[in-house]
Nanobody
């Protein structure tokens, strides 16, 4: 059973930073693209960023471009999301996910999901 475990969420003031981590249980994730999503209360799950394991290509949603950075450490089977200049509207549960469909933003194309980690940005 493939598992994804997120960590690093918490409470931060507006303008602050957080780094989220997503640890994958299997090295076979080298064949997957890893993505980050978020879901605020009452809203649909939203794509944030994605990265390929092998060549490190990235893809960002316009809402976070320039503020968030996705990266990965292949040796640790871990993907990161560095979040800077956080805003109250970034408050949400953040999820990592895996897909073989490529650098895509669609939630339905992701096969595996973590349990989520809460990020709260106070004003």
């Amino acid at each position: 059973q493939v598992q994804l475990v997120e960590s690093g969420g918490g409470l931060v003031q507006a303008g602050g930073s957080l780094r989220l981590s997503c640890a994958a249980s299997e090295r076979t994730f080298s064949s997957y693209v890893m993505g980050w999503f978020r879901q605020a209360p009452g809203k649909e799950r939203e794509f944030i960023a994605a990265i390929s394991w092998t060549i490190g290509m990235t893809y960002y949603a316009d809402s976070v471009k320039g503020r968030f950075t996705i990266s990965r450490d292949n040796a640790k089977n871990t993907v990161y999301l560095q979040m800077n200049s956080l805003k109250p509207e970034d408050t949400a549960v953040y999820y990592c996910a895996a897909t073989r469909a490529g650098l895509v933003p669609h939630t339905t194309l992701y096969d595996y999901w973590g349990q989520g980690t809460q990020v709260t940005v106070s004003s």
